[in-house]
């Protein structure tokens, strides 16, 4: 399959699960569907990244894999920033969404697992294709 197919459909996968995490309110601790889609969502965007790097000719050296680690995990803070938030300034109309610092840890533990299963992932493929 190719990459961008791939990112498409893992896209739509996300985005259909995080409606029906809200829509049925299954972001609860214990669950596990929030660290899933955190999971998806940093192997998504690495997986973008990469596919980028690629098509701008950008080599894939372990700078450049640094990098895509340090972007998804700068997302991934912006996003736990965004969610505290909405927790602070809506916190008396909503329930609390998030449960504080165990869930942002998680989350971004999760970003970035995702992320490196990715880029070993994608490592593989190139070792692969240098022995062929």
């Given at each position: 399959?190719?990459?961008?197919?791939?990112?498409?459909?893992?896209?739509?996968?996300?985005?259909?699960?995080?409606?029906?995490?809200?829509?049925?309110?299954l972001?609860s601790p214990?669950?596990?569907?929030?660290?899933?889609?955190?999971?998806?969502?940093?192997?998504?965007?690495?997986?973008?990244?990469?596919?980028?790097?690629?098509?701008?000719?950008?080599?894939?050296?372990i700078?450049?894999?640094?990098?895509?680690?340090?972007?998804?995990?700068?997302?991934?803070?912006?996003w736990?920033?965004?969610?505290?938030?909405?927790?602070v300034?809506?916190?008396?109309?909503?329930?609390?969404?998030?449960?504080?610092?165990?869930?942002?840890?998680?989350?971004?533990?999760?970003?970035?697992?995702?992320?490196?299963?990715?880029?070993?992932?994608?490592?593989?493929?190139?070792?692969?294709?240098?022995?062929?």
């Open positions: 399959m190719r990459i961008s197919v791939f990112l498409a459909i893992l896209i739509w996968l996300i985005a259909a699960a995080n409606f029906f995490v809200v829509l049925y309110d972001d214990g669950v596990g569907l929030d660290d899933l889609l955190h999971f998806a969502g940093g192997l998504w965007l690495a997986g973008l990244l990469i596919y980028l790097f690629r098509k701008f000719g950008i080599s894939l050296v700078g450049n894999w640094i990098l895509v680690i340090a972007i998804v995990l700068a997302i991934g803070i912006f736990e920033l965004g969610e505290f938030i909405i927790d300034y809506f916190e008396d109309k909503l329930e609390t969404l998030h449960d504080g610092n165990l869930d942002t840890g998680l989350d971004l533990f999760f970003d970035l697992l995702g992320a490196t299963i990715f880029l070993l992932w994608q490592r593989r493929l190139l070792l692969k294709a240098a022995k062929s």
